[in-house]
């Protein structure tokens, strides 16, 4: 077995975001909203599905920006009001196992040397086996579905 631990984004990223009129919000292709039904809102920060009424907001996201091929970028929900998680190890946030998990493995050149797609119930087992493979140094999970980015997940011991 392989361990791992994901971690949320820094919430410090996106806390002054937060302040911003609408207006200024757009500009950057960010977008305000607000939970209205559960299990539909994922936060990158705290790793939790928004509870309804949570203030959100949608926006793009570097979330590879390594000099590779593989830089790319995409739409992320972050709460207001939330700090960093960083998981238990070897344990996926809930939201997770309610989703379908693309999984993408990148070595320390930042490059994908293997990828998955899995029911976000079996994503442990997934992971374990994308680090069975010494040339993996870490993963992104994302949501299958409309490619949003997950997580990180990181090698542990």
């Known amino acids: 077995m392989y361990s791992y631990q994901l971690t949320g984004l820094d919430h410090r990223l996106f806390e002054p975001l937060f302040e911003l009129p609408d207006e200024a919000l757009a500009r950057i292709g960010a977008q305000r909203r607000t939970a209205t039904e559960a299990d539909a809102y994922p936060c990158r920060i705290s790793l939790e599905d928004a509870a309804l009424g949570d203030e959100l907001l949608l926006l793009p996201f570097e979330h590879q920006p ?92």
């Not at 899995?118 to 010494?134: H, K, M, P, W, Y």
Request: charged fraction near 25%; proline fraction near 3%; glycine fraction near 8%.
């Open 66 to 157: 390594a000099d590779s091929p593989y830089r790319a970028s995409g739409p992320i929900f972050v709460r207001r009001g939330v700090k960093q998680r960083t998981m238990v190890v070897a344990e996926a946030p809930s939201y997770v196992g309610k989703r379908l998990i693309s999984v993408r493995a990148y070595d320390a050149a930042h490059m994908i040397v293997d990828a998955a797609v899995c029911e976000g119930t079996q994503v442990g087992t997934e992971i374990e086996r994308c680090f069975a493979n010494q040339a993996v140094a870490y993963i992104h999970l994302h949501n299958a579905k409309r490619g949003c980015f997950s997580c990180r997940v990181d090698r542990k011991g």
